[in-house]
């Protein structure tokens, strides 16, 4: 079976550190793969989407960047951290093809000080 | 891009009571979701429905795809349904989310 793990679970930065969230997807191969996150509220919001390996598709304009180093592994980062930053960050992978189910990874609490 | 639009925004039962949670959908989706997030924040995929009927236990689901509306139905509500709800859209290879449904059931 298919299992998706992002991590770390939680953590606290001060403003203008780096940041680097880990998400892996086990059990599949060439999967869509998604971040998204969720602010104070309800709304989630998709940042990034890759469709395969070295290919990053940005929704919005901010202060973070995605990559896929490999077929079932993509990391958020950022190089230095802003104060809006803070939120819900949640991994998520669906098989390639048009409107496959979509799963969640565990979610990485942020929180930016 | 495809704008998806949940109501009512807020909830509130007693246990026992039923519920209906509607999705409208601006435009043509591949396909529709709904989830629930629990108080940890995880996400539940609860149906994967494109149109028609799902039902899985207290929980059903009815799409109609070509009227762009998903309804999330709720029976004898119990307090571990507390938490938002989401719906979905598949807009080309895009999951977009709607504004949630925080539901709260009391004892």
């Known amino acids: 079976s298919q299992t998706i793990h992002q991590w770390p679970a939680t953590l606290v930065q001060p403003v203008g550190s780096p940041l680097s969230l880990e998400c892996t997807v086990e059990?599949?191969?060439?999967?869509?793969l998604y971040w998204y996150r969720q602010a104070a509220g309800r709304g989630l919001q998709l940042l990034f989407y890759s469709v395969g390996i070295g290919q990053i598709s940005s929704e919005v304009p901010q202060n973070l960047s995605a990559s896929r180093p490999q077929d079932r592994q993509f990391i958020l980062s950022s190089k230095k951290l802003l104060l809006s930053d803070s939120g819900f960050y949640l991994c998520?992978?669906?098989?390639?093809?048009?409107?496959?189910?979509?799963?969640f990874g565990e979610g990485s609490w942020l929180t930016v000080v | 891009g495809i704008q998806v639009e949940q109501s009512p925004p807020d909830l509130i039962l007693q246990e026992g009571a039923n519920s209906t949670l509607r999705c409208n959908f601006s435009d043509s989706v591949n396909n529709l979701q709904w989830f629930h997030q629990n108080p940890w924040g995880q996400l539940i995929n609860l149906f994967y429905i494109p149109s028609g009927t799902k039902q899985n236990g207290r929980l059903s689901a009815t799409t109609v795809a070509t009227e762009r509306y998903s309804l999330l139905y709720i029976s004898s509500s119990q307090t571990t349904d507390s938490g938002v709800y989401f719906c979905a859209a598949y807009n080309t290879d895009k999951l977009i989310f709607g504004t949630g449904t925080r539901l709260q059931v009391f004892p």
């Open positions: 998520a992978w669906n098989r390639q093809g048009s409107g496959n189910t979509i799963y």
């Open positions: 059990g599949t191969s060439n999967p869509n």
